[in-house]
């Protein structure tokens, strides 16, 4: 090994990948022909976020060393880093071809797998990966995630504490714990699970996310849409569309219900309005309550930059609809009324923006919101005007139907993650 | 700089041999290129400017390039004497000769040769706290903290203080770190030793304990002496997180050396800097360590005018701009931003010089333009050291960032 690779691997370990790379190129100088190098160096600029620079390099490891598994990793963990996941998988699948007892490339698959909540084949390739070793920290955290995912949280739970104990200072699993926790309704071990992953490692994305959710579980309401939210995710796109589905043939059925008989029908309509707050809650909930926890400076400090962001316009969008609420209400004003509603829908469309992936998805979904505002806004305009020619009644119902079709572009874009 | 902008402005020299600040632009640009030798030749006219300084320096450049190491640290002396703000670490380390009983000893030495008696009066020449603009708050700790500790022990030991160890300077990266070091060595009238990361990379390599014992023994034997050490994260990692044999071997010794600093050593001070203060081992934070930490924020009002003018001058700059403005406008901007700032609104201006053909001075609303494509670099350090003060700061390590992060509205 020569000196230049040697104090690169130090460089690489502490994470200075500037001078890590440095050191990778001339230790290339020395023998350009190291795939393992190169792969290196693709590592390194994946780290500093020159993506398309990282994808390059790990190519031309490949190329250099098609007969070794490590040049194949990088590439997969740069295709994972830009979203490329099938070709990630890919990729990882043929590094595992060539070195099928590496627990390492296994669990990356796993992570893979997970990522595509297909939990069952996540699960039994993280078995393979602990099968070849058992302390193998990927492994073991996929494990558990994929547990969660097939709804054996108790299970999960059980194996994440005696991974805890053989590795007490493990944020990751801490974090784990807390997810577990979470979605067992156990808001105490969850908060201190997270404030502990947190402590070990204060940058852990993963486990800042859990304790914002553990701290919005304070507001009575919100226990019922995480737990919907948590059941939902683990679901896929095509299931998740099925239940919108299905709602809407309930809800076609109820009506149908309502018109035949008298005396169903003020049941129906109490179903219908908590279906109704229910679906409102189900879409704000989430700005909501990051717009509540910025009157509590630990909650605020918590909230990442994008919940802030939500939660500004969600506030924008909430107070004048209180007020609104509060005037119909005082004054009988259908106007406000039609008003309330605009801004409960403009509400509901900053939790489907923000539900989606900031770039392209959120624009899309984003500008419908905006679009249903300035025409249901236009409606209160021309109903307070008491315009006969309904123009004012038409152009609410278009706002509720852009409303709508945001809402379900968010369910549509909201796991899409545009490549990088 | 562009290559293509300097051979330009070399171009735009030989038509105008008598402009000045044109002059000053191509020998920095060459310099900047490596070009010392070419830099030594456009300078002689500014021997006889306000410029000297700059003259001088590209004199000790060439020297150093043709081999004369004395010749040109004798020039860089001669430089930094007529302008302290020339200081250049990176060139004072290629300065260092392989003999120099003041050099840090580094990689592939015969540890055991005997040391002689330091002969060289104090090359570098000193710049003190009063060199410092802005910044009031951080002087005084540095004052509490460091200086009365090492002027007065016998008040501290009347108090039953203990002086000695260490002290950990931290913050974003290009905030002054070493500039106030070794501001902190000329209040002191101490020798300055820089343990620069190259070094510390070097010992990675080597042998270890005996080239850190060896660096320490140095700067003892030279006390009264500031023992600077840059990025003091790559020779004290975090154990628990470090694979390297190499290294964690490298840790322990460094931990030995700072205990025998606290131990016998009234005159030694060692000063760490990190940008990343949560990947020091904390072994090192305990007492008799590095137990004292001093959180450098970005440069404050004060200090942004005073960097931007130290910037701009010598550069063809207009008398009209507001520098207290433009200091208001780049908050939380570090002094390697302000830089930056400065050589983009001189770039701007010389850019439509060579494109009019009529030189004009850098005007304000060239600083305007460059300031809106320049985003403040602290801002991703200041994030990261948010999660630490939210979730890791049980001790209290981090307070004086919380605080600095409540006071520019980050928390």
């Excluded at chain 1, 190329?63 to 880093?81: F, G, I, M, Q, R």
């Excluded at chain 1, 553990?214 to 019922?224: D, E, T």
């Excluded at chain 1, 908590?274 to 409102?280: A, D, G």
Aim: hydrophobic share 45%; charged share 20%.
């Amino acid at each position: 090994m020569s000196q230049h690779y040697e104090k690169a691997m130090l460089l690489f370990e502490q994470e200075r990948w500037e001078l890590a790379l440095e050191n990778f190129h001339a230790a290339l100088e020395e023998d350009p022909t190291d795939g393992v190098a190169m792969a290196y160096t693709a590592l390194c600029l994946m780290r500093m976020e020159r993506l398309a620079e990282a994808t390059e390099a790990a190519q031309a490891a490949v190329t250099t060393s098609p007969d070794k598994a490590w040049p194949l990793y990088a590439l997969a963990c740069v295709y994972d880093e830009r979203n490329r996941f099938q070709e990630a998988e890919k990729t990882i699948g043929q590094a595992i071809e060539l070195e099928p007892e590496n627990p390492g490339y296994l669990a990356f698959l796993a992570g893979l797998r997970a990522h595509r909540k297909e939990w069952k084949q996540a699960l039994e390739i993280a078995n393979r990966a602990l099968e070849l070793n058992p302390n193998h920290v990927g492994a073991a955290h996929y494990r558990a995630y994929a547990l969660v995912g097939l709804g054996r949280a108790a299970q999960a739970r059980e194996f994440l504490s005696s991974a805890l104990g053989r590795d007490p200072e493990n944020p990751l699993y801490h974090a784990n714990l807390g997810w577990t926790a979470l979605e067992q309704g156990d808001r105490e071990t969850a908060m201190a699970a997270f404030q502990e992953a947190l402590r070990l490692e204060p940058e852990l994305e993963w486990a800042r996310e859990g304790l914002v959710e553990a701290l919005k579980l304070q507001y009575p309401f919100y226990g019922l849409m995480l737990r919907w939210m948590l059941k939902l995710k683990k679901y896929g796109k095509t299931q998740q569309l099925a239940i919108i589905y299905g709602e809407y043939l309930i809800t076609r059925w109820l009506m149908r219900l309502a018109r035949r008989s008298k005396r169903l029908r003020l049941l129906v309509n109490i179903i219908f309005l908590l279906n109704f707050l229910f679906t409102v809650l189900s879409w704000a909930a989430e700005p909501l309550t990051s717009l509540l926890l910025r009157f509590n400076p630990y909650g605020r400090a918590s909230l990442s930059e994008d919940q802030l962001r939500a939660s500004t316009y969600a506030g924008g969008a909430a107070c004048p609809a209180l007020l609104c609420g509060a005037g119909f209400l005082m004054f009988k004003s259908v106007p406000m009324l039609v008003a309330f509603f605009v801004f409960v829908m403009a509400l509901m469309n900053v939790g489907a923006a923000f539900q989606c992936h900031p770039g392209r998805p959120r624009q899309v979904v984003g500008a419908a919101g905006w679009a249903a505002l300035l025409v249901g806004l236009f409606a209160v305009y021309k109903i307070a005007l008491w315009n006969p020619d309904w123009t004012g009644w038409g152009a609410l119902t278009l706002s509720l139907n852009i409303s709508f079709l945001g809402r379900m572009l968010s369910n549509v874009l909201s796991g899409y993650q545009p490549p990088k | 700089m562009n290559p293509n902008v300097l051979e330009a402005l070399i171009q735009a020299l030989a038509i105008s041999p008598d402009n000045v600040v044109l002059r000053v632009q191509v020998v920095e640009g060459l310099l900047r290129a490596g070009r010392a030798r070419e830099a030594a030749e456009q300078a002689p006219p500014l021997m006889e400017s306000t410029h000297q300084a700059l003259a001088v320096l590209a004199r000790a450049h060439a020297a150093l390039e043709a081999g004369d190491r004395a010749q040109a640290r004798e020039l860089y002396a001669q430089a930094i004497r007529l302008e302290p703000a020339r200081v250049d670490e990176g060139f004072e380390a290629r300065l260092e000769p392989d003999d120099d009983p003041w050099r840090v000893p580094t990689i592939g030495e015969d540890p055991d040769a005997p040391q002689s008696v330091p002969v060289h009066p104090d090359r570098r020449d000193r710049i003190t706290l009063a060199d410092v603009g802005g910044m009031e708050p951080l002087k005084e700790q540095i004052r509490l903290k460091i200086l009365y500790p090492f002027q007065q022990p016998h008040v501290y030991a009347a108090y039953g203080k203990k002086i000695g160890g260490g002290i950990l300077m931290y913050g974003p990266p290009g905030c002054g770190k070493t500039y106030l070091a070794r501001a902190t060595a000329g209040e002191l009238g101490a020798r300055f030793y820089v343990v620069t990361l190259e070094e510390v990379l070097n010992m990675w390599m080597g042998q270890t304990e005996k080239q850190l014992h060896r660096l320490f023994e140095t700067a003892r034997g030279n006390a009264p002496a500031v023992l600077f050490i840059d990025e003091v994260d790559a020779l004290g990692a975090k154990r628990s997180e470090i694979q390297s044999t190499h290294i964690r071997i490298m840790v322990s010794q460094f931990l030995v050396e700072m205990d025998g600093i606290a131990a016998n050593n009234e005159k030694l001070l060692v000063l760490g800097a990190t940008n990343v203060p949560w990947n020091v081992d904390p072994a090192l934070r305990r007492p008799g360590r590095f137990d004292r930490v001093l959180f450098v924020p970005p440069p404050d009002l004060t200090a942004r005018e005073e960097i931007l003018k130290l910037h701009a001058r010598g550069r063809k700059i207009a008398d009209n701009i507001p520098w207290r403005k433009i200091a208001e406008n780049t908050e939380l901007f570090s002094g390697a931003d302000l830089s930056a700032l400065v050589e983009l609104a001189t770039e701007g201006a010389l850019a439509e010089a060579l494109r009019s053909g009529r030189m004009h001075d850098v005007t304000p609303q060239d600083f305007t333009t460059a300031a809106k494509t320049l985003k403040p670099s602290t801002v991703e350090w200041l994030r990261r050291a948010k999660n630490y003060v939210t979730y890791s700061n049980a001790d209290g390590s981090y307070d004086d960032v919380a605080q600095y992060l409540s006071q520019i509205k980050m928390r």
